[in-house]
Every structure is written in structure tokens, then in C-alpha cells.
């Protein structure tokens, strides 16, 4: 089946600091992987996503590599902001035509 | 362009009771899906609906059910509310069926559902 795993949270970070939420996942077939952001009130925006091994997903200095042989899609950030506090969310889009997201992981970026 | 909008925002519902939850998709966009998003937890797949008719539906009970309208829009009713059906229940509209390389869901920014 398809399923979504990401580390706990939640993470506190100074600013500046490097960022990696893990992400792993479980599919069947060719998945799409996506990062998504869901700010505080809000719904989910997309940050970045890859639709096939070895892409690179990147927006906002935050990146993440689709890996076939591990199953994973990390997520990074060389140097995070304030305004990065948010809750994200790694999802893979597989069969079926639906979203599969991990459980999320709130990061809040202190100054 | 206005994006996914729904309505209501807020919502409290007493146990028992029915609900009814409006999105309006991005115009010109085609295809609706529903997502429950438990607090904490991320969201769930409730249905997709495509060219008004159901093209998916995820592991919910009957009390769910869903429709879409001429104009794409589309309502998620519930009924026999449970004090477990307290979530923030999110719309996601895309132009196509399924995602591929340039088709992006877009979602709205939810109603946030209390049953009490």
C-alpha cells in the first residue's frame, strides 16, 4: 500500500540554522512526492514537489531530492526564518488520484 | 483569480446532528477531493469527484457522502455527527483527474468543524 513517514516533531530551530525534515515513504506503482506547508489558521500550500527519481523539488532555499533506492524525500533549508514557522507535510500521489500525508511536522524558528 | 474557497470557516454541530460543507473550486477546474484533517494528525482522502460524477472515495463510513454540482462546486454532507468527526476538512481543486508533471491541487483553507 501507499503510506508517508516523517520525524516527530516538533522542531525548534535558532535562526539561520539548517533545516532537514525526514520523509519516507511506501508505494505502489510511480509516485509524485510533495512537501506541503500549512500555516497557523490555514490550509495547505504547496512548497515543492518531484515526479520522478533523482528530481530536485525546490522553492523558497528550501529543497528536497526524490530517492528511488532509499525511498525517501528529504526535506532542507540552508538557513531558516521566522517566517518558516509552520507545520509541514511530506504526501505522495499514487494510485487512486489522492494524497497520502505524513502526520506532519511543526517546526517553529525562534530569533 | 480567486482561489479554492469554502464555506463556512467555523462550525460547532451537536452530536447527532447533520452538516452540510460548501467548496468552490478554482474556476475552471474540474475535479474536487476531500481530505479530513484530524488535529495533529495530517489529512485523510474522503472522495474525488470529476466531471460531477465520484471517481474516489477513501476508508469512511456512509454517514459521508458528497456531490458535485454543474458549476463543480461541491458539497460534503455528514451525518449521525460523532464527537470524532471534530476536524478541519479541507478542498482541493485541480483541473485534471489525476496529478501529473504541470497540474498542481490547489487547496482551500478549510472549515474547521466542532462537534460537541
Known amino acids: 500500500g501507499n503510506s508517508v513517514t516523517q520525524m516527530e516533531g516538533p522542531v525548534t530551530l535558532s535562526e539561520e540554522a539548517f533545516l532537514t525534515i525526514n520523509c519516507t515513504y511506501t508505494?505502489?506503482?510511480?509516485?509524485?512526492l510533495f512537501w506541503y506547508v500549512q500555516y497557523p489558521g490555514e490550509g495547505l500550500q504547496l512548497l515543492l514537489k518531484?515526479?520522478?527519481?533523482?528530481d530536485k523539488g525546490s522553492n523558497k532555499g528550501f529543497e528536497a531530492t526524490y530517492r528511488k533506492e532509499t525511498t525517501s524525500f528529504h526535506l532542507e533549508k540552508g538557513s531558516v526564518q521566522v517566517s518558516d514557522s509552520a507545520v509541514y507535510f511530506c504526501?505522495?500521489?499514487?494510485?487512486?488520484?489522492?494524497?497520502?500525508f505524513g502526520t506532519g511536522t511543526s517546526l517553529t524558528v525562534i530569533p | 483569480d480567486a482561489g479554492v474557497t469554502q464555506s463556512p470557516t467555523h462550525l460547532i454541530k451537536t452530536r447527532g446532528q447533520q452538516v452540510t460543507l460548501r467548496c468552490s473550486p478554482i474556476s475552471g477546474h474540474k475535479s474536487v477531493s476531500w481530505y479530513q484533517q484530524v488535529l495533529g494528525q495530517g489529512p485523510q482522502f474522503i472522495f474525488q469527484y470529476y466531471e460531477k460524477e465520484e471517481r474516489g472515495r477513501g476508508n469512511f463510513p456512509d454517514r459521508f457522502s458528497a456531490r458535485q454540482f454543474p458549476n463543480y462546486s461541491s458539497e460534503l454532507n455528514v451525518n449521525a455527527l460523532l464527537l470524532g468527526d471534530s476536524a478541519l476538512y479541507l478542498c482541493?481543486?485541480?483541473?485534471?483527474?489525476?496529478?501529473?508533471?504541470?497540474?498542481?491541487?490547489?487547496f482551500g483553507q478549510g472549515t474547521r468543524l466542532t462537534v460537541v
Open positions: 508505494a505502489t506503482g510511480y509516485p509524485s
Open positions: 504526501a505522495l500521489y499514487s494510485t487512486g488520484n489522492q494524497f497520502y
Open positions: 518531484a515526479t520522478k527519481a533523482d
Open positions: 482541493a481543486s485541480s483541473s485534471n483527474r489525476g496529478l501529473g508533471k504541470n497540474t498542481e491541487a490547489f
